[in-house]
């Protein structure tokens, strides 16, 4: 790839971005995968291990108590089965995770039957609190209306609240009978909602696209468009909608990264494996397609919409296989030199339709690196991952360089207020803590408020647990990665005012006396200040002063014969170079002398000329 330097924005406030935890399973096994599947949600963490035991899957739950992650929950399906690849999926919200069992074979509600190989499930979990502790309980085993064989429900999932929606990029009806195959592959999502009681869901919606489309098409393996697979190996037949899906309140996006649109025009099949992405919005309890997405560079085999997020109005759909060679945002997109480099789109919701915000690419932009195969938003936060790319370093923001084939990275950016707009920036390159060749970190992200998670499903150490220091025991045993500090880059403020704490001194006070201590006023409540003097108004007597940290002394005793006052002229600056000026008058306080507070003198009386009178004077010197 190409390496560029990082830069950090001046007059900006940027929190620091730190590797928190290191997640491991609690009994690792080679072939695992743990990590082949991230959700987060506050301060849980959901991670899935869908190849444990034969590909029987697992997911683990992880929680964080202030900066410390212990496991809380190890789920399994209620009809484990290899080949099912439970956890192939996971999403969460608040304190339910629903996770997609891929290969799972029933063909209906009847969860003991294998009459539908590979049609998928997808199950609900519930933490609740009991007398003996916290638990985590399956509520509810989801079935697409027609399971069907290589429906690959389950293949992706997202939830918020009391809806959820699972992607079936197999399933293969033409959109006008859900139990015909006429399209095969085509593929579909279903809408489920949790009812007011809060134990029973059902489905609310089958959502096709509106121009659904199932010729087969071969991609290879290099790399799986569906990585945990079923029966059809690493195939995606047709158009593959549903291969990922997200969802924000009443809209859901769904990736068809087999569309093949090639101008934009639905009908038009010109550019195999384009790609696109659809938007549903919900009114009441009707779902209908509000947009149809398609990047501003489309290509064929871009694979645009192969992952898709969204939170609120913003949109981010991922394009794995886009080449051009653009490096970090609003590059060239017509250079198609960098073969499968990857790229992300950003959308926004203008109050009448979605548009096009941003484009990113990687900093260090390099050939199959798959920027793009996956994205998670939350806010103005944005990750992608490059599951492929090739750099041996470690942590957050190191210099890339090309030692690592398929190491894996992710990418932070974030979108910050302009005056003339907004702006994304990169502002973090992520990389494991113990990075190696092969581990694909990257090919799973999620994001939270300022937290990313991180899986490498091909990661090698055999520990268990959290933060424990690694190995190269367990071949592809997998691992996930908790990273904390991300946000937008906050537009710096000026300090507004200097403040002093006293502004008199005393006459003949000694060298160095403390006048009073300096404080700034600024609108940055994280500001650091140092304070200097100014030349300007009122700076005539700056000499006669010095500052020492916060704390303003006088250089030389005073004298308030001479002089009974000092004009001096302060600056304070804070961490980002933004400055304020003041001008302040210390006084000179003269010594005051005792007062008389007894007087005793001779009796009363007549007293001649001449003759002595003696008076005592009491003097009150407090």
């Known amino acids: 790839g190409l390496l560029l330097t990082r830069c950090q924005m001046v007059n900006a406030s940027t929190p620091a971005q730190v590797l928190q935890a290191y997640l491991k399973a609690s009994t690792t096994a080679a072939g695992d995968k743990l990590g082949g599947s991230v959700a987060i949600s506050g301060d849980i963490a959901v991670v899935g291990m ?3 035991n034969g590909g029987e899957g697992a997911v683990y739950v992880f929680v ?17 089965e290899a080949g099912d690849f439970f956890g192939s999926a996971v999403g969460i919200s608040g304190d339910t995770v629903v996770v997609g069992a891929v290969g799972e074979a029933s063909a209906g509600a009847d969860q003991v039957n294998n009459d539908a190989i590979g049609a998928g499930a997808a199950y609900v979990f519930v933490r609740s609190a009991t007398a ?26 997202a939830i918020d609240t009391d809806t959820l929606v699972v992607g079936a990029p197999g399933e293969s009806s033409n959109g006008v009978d859900e139990s ?14 949790r009812a007011a009681s809060g134990t029973v869901w059902t489905q609310q919606g089958y959502l096709k696209a509106s121009n659904p489309g199932g010729e087969v098409l071969d991609f290879g393996v290099d790399p799986p468009l569906i990585i945990y697979g079923n029966a059809f190996g690493y195939f995606i037949y047709g158009d593959g909608f ?21 101008d934009g025009d639905p009908e038009d099949n010109s550019a195999d494996s384009a790609g696109a992405a659809y938007v549903f919005t919900r009114t009441n309890t009707d779902w209908a397609q509000q947009a149809y997405l398609k990047a501003s560079n489309i290509d064929a085999n871009d694979f645009f919409g192969f992952a898709v ?45 979605w548009a096009q915000e941003a484009y990113l690419k990687a900093d260090n932009t390099g050939e199959f690196d798959y920027f793009g195969y996956v994205v998670a938003v939350s806010g103005d936060i944005v990750v992608v991952g490059a599951l492929n790319e090739d750099s041996s370093t470690t942590g957050v923001n190191s210099a890339s360089d090309e030692s690592a084939l398929n190491a894996g990275a992710a990418y932070v950016f974030v979108r910050s207020a302009t005056a003339s707009g907004t702006e994304w920036t990169q502002q973090s390159f992520l990389k494991a803590g113990n990075t190696g060749a092969g581990d694909l970190f990257g090919a799973v992200v999620a994001v939270s408020g300022d ?9 090698d150490s055999s520990t268990t647990g959290v933060n424990n220091a690694s190995d190269e025991g367990a071949a592809d045993s997998g691992a996930a990665y908790v990273y904390t500090g991300f946000g937008p880059v906050q537009a710096n403020g000026e300090p507004t005012d200097i403040a002093l704490s006293a502004s008199t001194v005393e006459e003949n006070a000694v060298e160095n006396a403390t006048i009073g201590t300096l404080t700034a006023t600024d609108p940055d409540a994280d500001a650091t200040h140092t304070f200097d003097f100014a030349v300007g108004d009122g700076d005539d007597d700056n000499g ?45 306080v003269a010594p005051v002398g005792p007062t008389i507070s007894t007087v005793v003198g001779p009796p009363a009386g007549t007293y001649g000329g001449g003759e002595s009178v003696l008076f005592a004077f009491l003097f009150d010197t407090a």
């Not at 549903?242 to 090639?262: H, K, P, Y």
């Not at 394009?319 to 060239?332: D, K, L, P």
């Not at 308030?560 to 933004?578: C, K, P, W």
Request: hydrophobic share 45%; glycine share 12%.
């Open 242 to 262: 549903g291969s990922a899906v997200a969802i924000s309140g009443d809209t859901v996006v769904i990736g068809s990264a087999g569309e093949s649109s090639g």
């Open 180 to 193: 015909n195959n006429d399209a095969i592959g085509a593929g579909a999502a279903y809408v489920f909602v």
């Open 132 to 157: 003996s502790g916290t638990v985590w309980t399956q509520q509810a085993y989801l079935k697409a209306g027609f399971a069907e064989f290589g429906d690959s429900f389950g293949a992706s999932v």
């Open 544 to 588: 006669a002063f010095n500052i020492s940290g916060n704390t303003l002394r006088l250089t030389s005793n005073a004298n308030y014969a001479t002089q009974n006052s000092y004009a001096i002229r302060l600056e304070v600056m804070d961490n980002g170079g933004l400055t304020f000026e003041k001008a302040f008058t210390v006084t000179v």
């Open 309 to 353: 997020a969204i939170s609120g109005e913003t949109v981010v759909v991922g394009a794995s296989r886009e080449s051009s060679i653009a490096t970090t945002v609003g590059g060239n997109q017509a250079d198609n030199t960098a073969i499968a480099a990857g790229a992300a789109y950003v959308f926004i919701w203008t109050g009448t339709a």
């Open 50 to 52: 869908a190849h444990e």
């Open 64 to 80: 964080r108590s202030s900066a410390t992650w212990m496991q809380q929950a190890y789920l399994k399906a209620s009809n484990p």
């Open 451 to 459: 937290t990313v998670i991180v899986g490498a499903l091909n990661e």
